[in-house]
C-alpha cells in the first residue's frame, strides 16, 4: 500500500532526529511524499510511469551527500524525498504483480525496470496490497513515527494507517467495483 510506503520513509527520516529535530520534521513530511509519489502512476502504467528502481537510489545517494554537506530544509527535504522513493520503488519487488486480483498470482510484473528494460518479477512476500500481512507492516511501519514525532507528522501518519485499514477492509470488493 501507498501507506506502507511513506511510512517506512517516515522511519527513515526518523534518524535525522538525533541530528537536528526542525530538520527532521521536515524530512518526515517530504519521506511521506516521496513514499505517495511514485503511485502517482496509477492512473497511467502502473509501476512504469513513476517507478525507478535503479535511478531513484543513485539520485538519492547524490542528494543525501549534498544535505550532509549544506543541511537545509530544501536540501534534506529533497534528499529524504528520494530516499523514499527510491524505497518504494526498491520495495515494490517484493508485493505481487499488477493483476486486476493479485492474490490470484496471475501476474509477473513486480516492477519496471527501466535500465534493464523489462518487469522485475514479484517475490510476493507481501502477497498483494491490502493484504492483511501489509496491513501489519504498515501498523509496524507507523508505530515508531507515531512516538518519535509530534503533532503534524504524527496525525498523517494516522490518517494514513485509517486509510490503510478501510482499503485492507475493502480490497476485494475494490477490484469488483473498478478496474484496478
Same mark, same amino acid.
Given at each position: #500500500?501507498?501507506?506502507?510506503h511513506a511510512a517506512l520513509g517516515v522511519l527513515v527520516a526518523a534518524l535525522a532526529l538525533p541530528f537536528d @529535530?526542525?530538520?527532521?520534521? %521536515?524530512?518526515?513530511?517530504?519521506a511521506y511524499a516521496g513514499g505517495v509519489f511514485p503511485d502517482l502512476d496509477l492512473a497511467a502504467a502502473h $509501476? $512504469?510511469?513513476? !517507478?525507478?528502481?535503479?535511478?531513484? @537510489?543513485? &539520485?538519492?545517494? *547524490?542528494? =543525501? %551527500?549534498?544535505?550532509? &554537506?549544506?543541511?537545509? @530544509?530544501?536540501? +534534506?527535504? %529533497?534528499? /529524504? /524525498?528520494?530516499?523514499?522513493?527510491? *524505497? !518504494?520503488? &526498491?520495495?515494490?519487488v517484493l508485493g505481487g504483480g499488477l493483476g486486476r486480483r493479485p492474490w490470484l498470482e496471475d501476474d509477473e510484473?513486480? +516492477?519496471?525496470? !527501466?535500465?534493464?528494460?523489462?518487469?522485475?518479477?514479484? $517475490? $510476493?512476500?507481501?502477497?498483494?496490497?491490502?493484504?492483511? #500481512?501489509? =496491513?501489519? =507492516?504498515?501498523?509496524?511501519?507507523?508505530? @515508531?513515527?507515531?512516538?518519535?514525532?509530534?503533532?503534524?507528522?504524527? *496525525?498523517?501518519?494516522?490518517?494514513?494507517?485509517? +486509510?490503510?485499514?478501510?482499503?485492507?477492509? &475493502?480490497?476485494?470488493?475494490?477490484?469488483?467495483?473498478?478496474?484496478?
Open positions: #500500500m501507498t501507506t506502507t @529535530p526542525s530538520l527532521a520534521v %521536515v524530512a518526515a513530511y517530504a $509501476r $512504469r510511469t513513476l !517507478h525507478y528502481p535503479a535511478i531513484y @537510489p543513485a &539520485l538519492a545517494a *547524490l542528494a =543525501l %551527500v549534498v544535505a550532509l &554537506l549544506r543541511p537545509s @530544509p530544501l536540501t +534534506v527535504g %529533497v534528499a /529524504f /524525498f528520494l530516499a523514499s522513493a527510491a *524505497l !518504494h520503488c &526498491l520495495s515494490e510484473r513486480g +516492477v519496471y525496470s !527501466h535500465l534493464g528494460d523489462r518487469w522485475l518479477t514479484p $517475490r $510476493r512476500v507481501i502477497p498483494y496490497d491490502g493484504a492483511p #500481512m501489509d =496491513l501489519a =507492516l504498515c501498523a509496524l511501519l507507523t508505530v @515508531p513515527g507515531v512516538l518519535l514525532f509530534e503533532d503534524g507528522v504524527r *496525525l498523517l501518519l494516522l490518517a494514513g494507517f485509517a +486509510v490503510s485499514v478501510v482499503y485492507t477492509v &475493502l480490497r476485494k470488493r475494490i477490484a469488483e467495483w473498478v478496474a484496478i
